[in-house]
Nanobody, 119 residues
Framework: QVHLVESGGGAVQPGGSLGLSCAAS???????????MNWYRQAPGRGREFVAA????????LYADSVKGRFTISRDNAKNMMYLQMNSLKFEDTGVYYC?????????WGQGTQVTVSS
């Protein structure tokens, strides 16, 4: 069972920046580089939504239209880490951000980290 821990959340004003991290551990049969990684978020009263994805080698990324051009996903396979740099934050970016690891159709989730964009 892959263990994922998010960090870096907090409160920020609109237009500000935050950087999230996801630390992965607990690998048994496969290494971190075997997992496609994603960020999701869940706003109050809403369902969980996709934010960004990165391939196993980190050579391709995908973003939700709502964050494209403002967020950057990256990973460091040597450190078993994934990141999400969030710039030009908006009120609607508020929510709990979750790290997700996928291998062979099976997903693992972290506990989430709160991001609050407020003036």
């Amino acid at each position: 069972q892959v263990h994922l821990v998010e960090s870096g959340g907090g409160a920020v004003q609109p237009g500000g920046s935050l950087g999230l991290s996801c630390a992965a551990s607990g690998f048994t049969d496969f290494t971190f580089s075997s997992y496609a990684m994603n960020w999701y978020r869940q706003a109050p009263g809403r369902g969980r939504e996709f934010v960004a994805a990165i391939t196993r080698a980190g050579d391709s990324t995908l973003y939700a239209d709502s964050v494209k051009g403002r967020f950057t996903i990256s990973r460091d396979n040597a450190k078993n880490m994934m990141y999400l740099q969030m710039n030009s934050l908006k009120f609607e970016d508020t929510g709990v951000y979750y790290c997700n690891a996928v291998h062979d159709g099976r997903g693992s989730w972290g506990q989430g980290t709160q991001v609050t964009v407020s003036s």
